[in-house]
C-alpha cells in the first residue's frame, strides 16, 4: 500500500522542539483543537511577531532573483510586513512596547542591508511552500519545515544552510536544528549541503560557521524524537512533568479561556493574546 500523507505523523523543527520542552505544551500547540471552531491555537507575543516580521521580509527578498533583491530597499518591505503584526495582532498591549520592538526590528534589518553578505549572493529556493519528505515510510513520519536561506557555494557546487536569529540567545548546543534542517535540505533539492551558519542579525554583521552534523547519526536522533512523539498521541498522555511549567502554562491559559481573541492567521489558527496579571511587570509579560 502507498504511503499517504493525510494520515502520517507531521514533525518539524518547532513541533519537535515544543515536545521536547514539554509534552504538554506540544499538544496545546500542535494537537489540541478548539471544540468551538476547531481549529488550533496560537499565542502571540511581542518576540514572535518581530521574528516573524523580519524572517518575512527575508522571505520575500529570497524569492527573488540575484539582481532584484535590493531594488526595493528591505526597509519599506519592513515597515510594510510591520503593519501585519501591529497591536495587538503583534502581541502589543501598548505603544510603547510595540515602539520598542519595531526599532529592534528595523536595526536587524539596517544590519543586514548595510552587510548583505551572502544575501549578495546566489540562492538555491525550494520550489515548494512547505518542503517535506517521508522521514520513514515505515513509521509514517514525514518531517517539514522551511529553511531561511541556501547560499548556493559555486566553487563547490552545493548549498550552504543559513538561519537567521532574531532572539537574543545562542542557538543550544544540544539543539537538532541543525540535524533537522540538513536532513530536509539533503532529501529536498538536488544540491550537496556543504555547510551551515547561524545569522545572529541583532548584533552580528556576519553568519557564524557550524559544523554540520553526520548525516546518518542526525537521522537517528530526529527519528528517535519523531518516534516518540508519535507513540505520545497514539497513547494520548500529554502531561507536563513538573505539574506545569513555562512552556505549557501561558498554553493552558489559553485552553481555559483567559485569552483574548485576535484574529485567525493564514494557516487557519486562532491568535490569542494573553492579558498581564496584577502581579506580572513587563519583563515576565514578555516571557508568556
Known amino acids: 500500500m502507498a504511503p499517504d500523507k493525510y494520515s502520517a505523523i507531521w514533525v518539524s523543527h518547532t513541533s519537535i522542539n515544543d515536545f521536547l520542552q514539554c ?135 552545493g548549498v550552504n544552510i543559513i538561519d537567521f536569529k532574531t532572539g537574543s540567545a545562542n542557538e543550544s548546543k544540544d539543539s537538532l536544528q541543525l540535524p533537522i534542517y540538513l536532513l530536509l535540505v539533503a532529501n529536498t533539492q538536488k544540491w550537496d549541503v556543504m555547510g551551515a551558519s547561524y545569522w545572529y542579525i541583532r548584533n552580528s554583521n556576519d553568519p557564524v560557521k557550524q559544523k554540520l552534523p553526520d548525516m546518518q547519526t542526525a537521522y537517528e536522533k ?26 505549557c502554562t501561558p498554553m493552558e491559559r489559553l485552553y481555559r479561556g483567559e485569552g483574548e481573541f485576535v484574529y485567525v492567521d493564514e494557516y487557519r489558527t486562532d491568535v490569542f493574546v494573553l492579558p498581564i496579571k496584577k502581579n506580572e511587570d513587563a519583563g515576565e509579560s514578555e516571557i508568556l
Open 23 to 157: 509534552k504538554r505544551a506540544y499538544f496545546l500547540k500542535h494537537v489540541y483543537k478548539s471544540e468551538k471552531t476547531g481549529r488550533k491555537m496560537k499565542l502571540m507575543t511581542p518576540p514572535l511577531a518581530l521574528g516573524q516580521a523580519v524572517h518575512e521580509v527575508i522571505e520575500e527578498i529570497s524569492k527573488l532573483h540575484v539582481h532584484d533583491r535590493f531594488k526595493e530597499i528591505p526597509m519599506n518591505r519592513f515597515e510594510k510586513i510591520w503593519k501585519k503584526v501591529s497591536g495587538k495582532k503583534g502581541g502589543f498591549l501598548d505603544i510603547d512596547t510595540e515602539d520598542k520592538y519595531k526599532r529592534e526590528g528595523r536595526e536587524m534589518i539596517a544590519r543586514v542591508t548595510k552587510n548583505p553578505g551572502p544575501i549578495s549572493r546566489k540562492a538555491v529556493k525550494i520550489k515548494e511552500s512547505l518542503p517535506n519528505y517521508w522521514l520513514s515510510e515505515e513509521e509514517n513520519i514525514i518531517l517539514c519545515g522551511k529553511v531561511d536561506w541556501l547560499e548556493y557555494l559555486e566553487d563547490k557546487n
Open 222 to 247: 530526529v527519528l528517535s524524537v519523531a518516534k516518540e512523539i508519535k507513540a505520545i498521541r497514539s497513547l494520548g498522555k500529554f502531561d507536563c512533568e513538573f505539574g506545569g511549567c513555562r512552556y
